[in-house]
């Protein structure tokens, strides 16, 4: 008795797939990030990435201006063979064009967060930094879990422009109190209740 094949992967093309590839091959696994031409797929999370990012938007949502919008796992184009997909992304109002968009441009993104995952931590403390301030997003957070009590670390950077390098701007625990890229105030303790 021979088994049955439950699922076909696709092959790569030779050159590695494209932004378009991402957004048009059928069946991808949701999440599915491109890095450098290759399809990247998301391993299964645990609570705390969930309840992480929960925490965020609905911080962030609290004291959003009118003219950005918070957007939760969204694939963000960099180029014709980058498209990451942010934990949450901080937007332009104007970039948003409908409720079936699948995408966004990196030019529309403010803020990129990513929550560090034991299968991604290589990717969202080297690799999707690096490619978010190469493409000029300004703002940059990795949230990580804390010691003991396994509330959000969060760690805030700002681009420098001259030379496309995050630059560390503060670590936050307790409350997450900021400034810019507008007026935020997150209790990183409310984790506790969601």
Not at 145 to 164: I, N
């Amino acid at each position: 008795m021979s088994a049955e094949i439950s699922h076909r992967w696709p092959m790569p093309p030779r050159e590695g797939y494209t932004v378009d590839d991402l957004l048009t091959l059928p069946d991808l696994p949701p999440h599915t990030e491109l890095i450098d031409g290759s399809l990247v797929f998301v391993s299964p999370q645990c609570c705390f990435h969930s309840i992480a990012i929960d925490l965020l938007v609905q911080g962030l949502r609290g004291t959003v201006p009118h003219v950005l919008r918070v957007i939760r796992q969204m694939t963000v184009v960099i180029d014709k063979r980058n498209g990451p997909e942010p934990d949450v992304s901080v937007v332009r109002s104007a970039a948003v064009r409908s409720r079936e968009q699948t995408h966004f441009q990196v030019r529309d993104v403010l803020l990129a967060i990513e929550v560090v995952s034991p299968d991604s931590e290589a990717r969202d403390t080297d690799t999707k930094p690096h490619k978010y301030a190469g493409a000029g997003i300004r703002y940059f957070w990795r949230v990580e879990m804390g010691g003991t009590d396994e509330r959000p670390v969060v760690h805030v950077f700002e681009l420098d422009k001259e030379s496309r390098v995050y630059e560390p701007s503060g670590i936050f625990r307790d409350r997450l109190k900021l400034a810019v890229p507008f007026d935020i105030d997150i209790d990183l303790a409310e984790i506790d209740n969601l």
